[in-house]
């Protein structure tokens, strides 16, 4: 007995990931932190760990200690850089582990200090240039750096901070970016010392004086923020599945939960995936198409949990086993979150388990 193929899959193309790190590289001419959080934007935290991980990169950038344990049980060589202010209960493996936190606060500062009493915590600074999640705002820099003078129990290795609206506001980004700067060059700092704010679209669309570093996190996955740089990237996804059955259906007749009557006799295909595979409920009834055999089809009527529905009228050849692209280079998962009324990080990150990641 042969075990039977998934119903719903998602092709990662990890050559595409390394020429979307290219770019990262080539266009800020900068370091790369590579950001993984969100088990890699939902293309697999340690297969796009490891496929990075020769890459000389100073960090991979993970949301907790959860998927910091995950790279370092795996054996990856990569320093985990925690985005975001850290727990007390998580400090402690922090600390022990060599993981890079970014200090949000002198309490913070304090306990990492005492946990560093016998090897120095590495740690960066995190400012607030106008995120409003967490670091010191910049009239509390001065208090800050005073408070790490008497810690001997951390070395400060870099400094950080995050843009709310790189891709919808360049007039406040761009005097983020300067406010940001001259905070970086008031800090005592040796070439080492990392200096870092941009993510994918600050490091596509703005200038800095001061960074030496980048955290991308969609760019690399082939998406930009930005639609006018999407040419440079290459989508590392392409979410599959296949049609099930072939309806012929009546005028008149209902498709799918709340019957969305047909306005014409129609040939139905029905693919094996829906909101139960993350494929987002909130794209039935708004335009949304799929492609099969290169050929855009429109979804019919509501997204079910396992199945949809698309109008494959006008393609006489499509038959039962068929492959589906709901997503990937030719139908962009970016414009697809539009019509779903969101973005292509929460759809990306929504894929559920019961998609096969099938690696190229
Ligand atoms: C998620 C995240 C990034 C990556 O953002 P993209 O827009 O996906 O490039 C960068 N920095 C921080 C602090 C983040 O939380």
């Not at 900068?30 to 297969?47: D, F, W």
Request: net charge negative; aromatic share 6%; proline share 5%.
């Amino acid at each position: 007995m042969t075990e039977s193929p998934p119903r719903a899959w998602a092709e990662i193309d990890l050559a595409a990931l390394q020429h979307n790190l290219r770019i990262a590289r080539e266009h800020s001419g900068k370091e790369v932190m590579a950001v993984i959080k969100g088990g890699a934007y939902g293309h697999g935290l340690l297969e796009v760990a490891k496929a990075l991980d020769c890459e000389k990169l100073p960090f991979l950038g993970v949301a907790n200690t959860g998927e910091a344990r995950q790279l370092y049980d795996a054996g990856i060589q990569t320093t985990p850089y925690i985005l975001g202010a850290t727990l007390p209960a998580e400090r402690e493996e922090i600390a022990a582990r060599g993981w890079t936190p970014c200090l949000c606060s002198l309490e913070e500062m304090e306990h990492f200090d005492r946990l560093g009493q016998s090897k120095a915590v590495e740690a960066h600074l995190a400012l607030d240039t106008g995120m409003g999640r967490g670091g010191f705002l910049p009239d509390q820099l001065g208090a800050a750096l005073d408070k790490l003078k008497s810690c001997s129990g951390i070395k400060l290795t870099g400094v950080g901070s995050h843009l709310p609206v790189a891709d919808e506001d360049p007039a406040f980004t761009r005097s983020q970016f300067e406010l940001f700067d001259s905070l970086a060059e008031s800090i005592p700092h040796d070439a080492k010392f990392h200096i870092h704010l941009g993510n994918s679209a600050g490091l596509l669309a703005y200038e800095s004086r001061t960074t030496n570093l980048v955290r991308p996190g969609l760019l690399l996955y082939g998406i930009s923020p930005i639609p006018e740089h999407q040419s440079l990237l290459q989508p590392v996804m392409t979410l599959k599945s296949r049609v099930s059955v072939i309806n012929h259906l009546p005028k008149g007749h209902g498709v799918s939960y709340g019957r969305t009557l047909l306005t014409r006799d129609t040939k139905a295909a029905v693919l094996g995936l829906g909101y139960g595979d993350g494929y987002p409920r909130a794209l039935s009834e708004k335009g949304a198409e799929v492609l099969i055999n290169g050929t855009l089809c429109p979804l019919l009527g509501r997204v079910t949990m396992d199945q949809i529905i698309v109008d494959v009228t006008h393609l006489p050849h499509c038959q039962t086993g068929d492959e589906a692209i709901l997503y990937g280079k030719d139908l962009l998962v970016s414009d697809l979150a539009e019509k779903a009324g969101t973005i292509a990080w929460e759809v990306l990150t929504q894929i559920t388990p019961r998609v096969t990641r099938v690696y190229r």
